[in-house]
């Protein structure tokens, strides 16, 4: 069974860059059809879709943060990473590493999330 | 981007009870529509892929349906570990987008 760990900085400064990484036991992350995502969630709000890569290390981001994200796979650690740059306070959040396979896009595997804050 | 509205955005239910929580798509998605339960303080759980599969661990009170614009999400008869907030998800088109929301309560 995939399981899936993030960890990283709880809190951030603004401006500053936000790093997390993404473990992945029971599975590697090169194993073809899957993908790997980042998911964030702002304190009571709802989920909102940051990008994935896929096993062949392609990626997509949102647009909306495009211009600050970078999500890259670490196959010798088999794990997947996630940069957000310039980050400000509307970038609090619960961060989560979420994955899948096949063709249908949906996530079978989380992580249990990562509190990331951004405050001075 | 496509808008995906849940409705209701809460609904207070009790044990034993049949419902339906609504997802509508802002534009047609087939059948690329997913749903999710999260529970306070934990991660989301996959329920459902594909509009109407199961995921495999799910029990069978819960089913989905749909296709285009609108689905379901039913649960025939409410345990007292469903109460939890659903979420709905597409992967038709990217960005990949959730619903709102909704937060099933006891009644």
């Known amino acids: 069974q995939v399981q899936l760990q993030e960890s990283g900085p709880g809190l951030v400064k603004p401006s500053e860059t936000l790093s997390l990484t993404c473990s992945v036991s029971?599975?590697?992350?090169?194993?073809?059809?899957?993908?790997w995502s980042w998911i964030r969630q702002p304190p009571g709000k709802g989920l909102e879709w940051i990008g994935y890569?896929?096993?062949?290390?392609?990626?997509s981001y949102n647009p909306s943060l495009k211009s600050r994200v970078t999500i890259s796979l670490d196959t010798s650690k088999n794990q997947i990473s996630l940069k957000l740059n310039s980050v400000a306070a509307a970038d609090t959040a619960v961060y989560y590493c979420a994955g899948g396979s096949g063709s249908v896009g949906d996530y079978k595997y989380w992580g249990q999330g990562s509190l990331v804050t951004v405050s001075s | 981007d496509i808008q995906m509205t849940q409705s209701p955005s809460s609904l207070s239910a009790s044990v034993g009870d049949r419902v339906t929580i609504t997802c509508r798509a802002s534009?047609?998605?087939?059948?690329?529509l997913n749903w999710y339960q999260q529970k306070p303080g934990k991660a989301p759980k996959a329920l459902i892929y594909a509009a109407s599969s199961l995921q495999s661990g799910v029990p069978s009170r819960f089913s989905g349906s749909g296709s285009g614009t609108d689905f379901t999400l039913s649960i025939s008869s409410l345990q007292p570990e469903d109460f939890a907030t659903y979420y709905c998800q597409q992967s038709y088109s990217l960005p990949q987008t959730f619903g709102q929301g909704t937060k099933l309560e006891i009644k």
């Open positions: 029971g599975g590697s992350v090169t194993k073809g059809t899957y993908f």
């Open positions: 890569i896929y096993y062949s290390g392609s990626t």
């Open positions: 534009q047609g998605i087939s059948t690329y």
